[in-house]
């Protein structure tokens, strides 16, 4: 049944392409959609691959086709008459750029009241960008981090008041990934990868901050004396071409298999034995909640949201990204036992179900919208 009074709520993103942010706005609209609200999603730059696939779910999704200059004002001006055109009662912005944007927009639109979530730390900004930000944290109603280290950064940062932020960590749909609902031998036998090899997966996009290249100088290293080892890449980005070149280098191309963009990576989640994420920061990773939930053994470096997810030697490792032989060392120790993989196993999707549910995720956005509008 919907609230009451139902909301016009609208999202804006800088796009819809595969990555985690992405998958929570999905999520959300879908859900307040269920649950009998209008949710509208505003893409700034373009709709992209998920954009794509959610329009056939009936959410509105507009795209705005940003210029790429210091400030659109033209996007400005557009998203302001889409905000009155719709009546909405809600803007949620994703992410700093967005946020700047939203503000702008719904500036003396006083029946408008917004919120923002930021899904990691932002990279370093102009002086003109920090101002905007500094700004539009004046203007919030709730400032939503997915992690602590996130929201004490925006605090630091004086982007906006300690008193108006939360942390409300991501979820997902534990239904959705779960353990062993495909036969791995058909799902490996499908995608030409050993039937006997001691999988290794991983799941983003390939961008200097995911560090993809010490992902392939530690396996590099544990694989040199475990022929049976295979690590499977999935995602895209700007430095996939250097990553492929750098598995050339090491003669890993018989071990090594990158995907390029998947909209579904289930198949990819239930062949595997491990997830591995090598990142320099992360918020909450929708994509290692998807691994857990599927019952892989989580291998991931110690930084932001994981230390939340992750609880060492009880539900995954941590990778030390300065030792380069790190991952051999931890593969060695989950090597010891199929007691040991097994009760890791269960401890990930056990952790994931209790503490990173969908539901949870979005009942508590919910009643911030109601709070904003009572």
Same mark, same amino acid.
């Given at each position: 049944?919907?609230?009451?009074? +139902?909301?016009?709520?609208? /999202?804006?993103?800088?796009?819809?392409?595969? *990555?985690?942010?992405?998958?929570?706005?999905?999520?959300?609209? +879908?859900?307040?959609?269920?649950? *009998?609200? #209008?949710?509208?999603?505003?893409?700034?730059?373009?709709? *992209?691959?998920?954009?794509?696939?959610? !329009?056939?779910?009936?959410? +509105?999704?507009?795209?705005?086709?940003?210029?790429?200059?210091?400030?659109?004002?033209?996007?400005?001006? #557009?998203?302001?008459?889409?905000?009155?055109?719709?009546?909405?009662?809600?803007?949620?912005?994703?992410?700093?750029?967005?946020?700047?944007?939203?503000?702008?927009?719904?500036?003396?639109?006083?029946?408008?009241?917004?919120?923002?979530?930021?899904?990691?730390?932002?990279?370093?900004?102009?002086?003109?960008?920090?101002?905007?930000?500094?700004?539009?944290?004046?203007?919030? *109603?709730?400032?939503?981090?997915?992690?602590?280290?996130?929201?004490? /950064?925006?605090?630091?940062?004086?982007?906006?008041?300690?008193? @108006?932020? =939360?942390?409300?960590?991501?979820?997902?749909?534990?239904?959705?990934?779960?353990?062993?609902?495909?036969? $791995?031998? +058909?799902?490996?036998?499908?995608?030409?990868?050993?039937?006997?090899?001691?999988?290794?997966?991983?799941?983003?996009?390939?961008?200097?901050? $995911?560090?993809? &290249?010490?992902?392939?100088?530690?396996?590099?290293? &544990?694989?040199?004396?475990?022929?049976?080892?295979?690590?499977?890449?999935?995602?895209?980005?700007?430095?996939?071409?250097?990553? =492929?070149?750098?598995?050339?280098? #090491? !003669?890993?191309?018989?071990?090594? %298999?990158?995907?390029?963009?998947? %909209?579904?990576?289930?198949?990819?989640?239930?062949?595997?034995?491990?997830?591995?994420?090598?990142?320099?920061?992360?918020?909450?990773?929708?994509?290692?909640?998807?691994?857990?939930?599927?019952?892989?053994?989580?291998?991931?470096?110690?930084?932001?949201?994981?230390?939340?997810?992750?609880?060492? /030697?009880?539900?995954?490792?941590?990778?030390?990204?300065?030792?380069?032989?790190?991952?051999?060392?931890?593969?060695?120790?989950? =090597?010891?036992?199929?007691?040991?993989?097994? =009760?890791?196993?269960?401890?990930?999707?056990?952790?994931?179900?209790?503490?990173? !549910? @969908?539901?949870?995720?979005?009942?508590?956005?919910?009643? /911030?919208?109601?709070?904003?509008?009572?």
């Amino acid at each position: 049944m919907p609230r009451t009074p +139902t909301l016009n709520i609208a /999202h804006i993103v800088l796009s819809l392409e595969v *990555g985690g942010l992405e998958k929570v706005v999905l999520t959300l609209a +879908t859900e307040q959609q269920k649950q *009998g609200h #209008k949710a509208v999603i505003v893409c700034l730059d373009k709709i *992209g691959t998920l954009g794509e696939s959610l !329009s056939a779910k009936g959410i +509105t999704i507009l795209c705005l086709k940003r210029k790429q200059s210091r400030l659109d004002i033209n996007t400005v001006s #557009k998203l302001r008459k889409i905000l009155k055109e719709n009546k909405i009662d809600i803007i949620h912005t994703h992410n700093v750029e967005a946020n700047i944007y939203g503000m702008l927009s719904s500036i003396l639109l006083s029946n408008i009241k917004s919120i923002h979530t930021q899904h990691g730390i932002p990279d370093n900004f102009s002086f003109i960008k920090q101002v905007y930000m500094n700004i539009s944290g004046r203007m919030l *109603g709730r400032f939503i981090s997915v992690s602590d280290s996130a929201a004490q /950064h925006a605090v630091k940062n004086h982007w906006v008041n300690k008193k @108006k932020t =939360e942390v409300i960590i991501n979820g997902i749909d534990t239904d959705d990934f779960i353990t062993g609902g495909s036969d $791995k031998n +058909t799902l490996r036998d499908k995608y030409n990868i050993p039937r006997n090899a001691l999988i290794l997966v991983t799941v983003s996009r390939i961008e200097a901050v $995911k560090d993809h &290249a010490t992902m392939i100088e530690q396996f590099s290293i &544990a694989a040199s004396n475990k022929q049976y080892l295979h690590l499977i890449i999935v995602g895209d980005g700007s430095l996939k071409n250097n990553i =492929e070149k750098l598995v050339d280098q #090491k !003669s890993l191309r018989s071990f090594v %298999t990158l995907t390029g963009m998947q %909209t579904g990576v289930k198949d990819y989640l239930q062949l595997a034995d491990i997830f591995i994420m090598t990142s320099i920061s992360e918020g909450i990773s929708i994509s290692l909640l998807e691994a857990m939930s599927t019952g892989l053994i989580p291998l991931v470096t110690p930084v932001g949201g994981n230390t939340q997810i992750v609880a060492e /030697h009880e539900s995954g490792y941590f990778i030390d990204i300065t030792a380069p032989d790190s991952l051999k060392k931890t593969i060695n120790t989950i =090597e010891t036992s199929d007691t040991l993989r097994q =009760e890791i196993s269960d401890n990930a999707r056990k952790k994931v179900i209790e503490n990173f !549910s @969908k539901d949870v995720m979005i009942e508590k956005y919910m009643q /911030h919208y109601e709070a904003l509008l009572s």
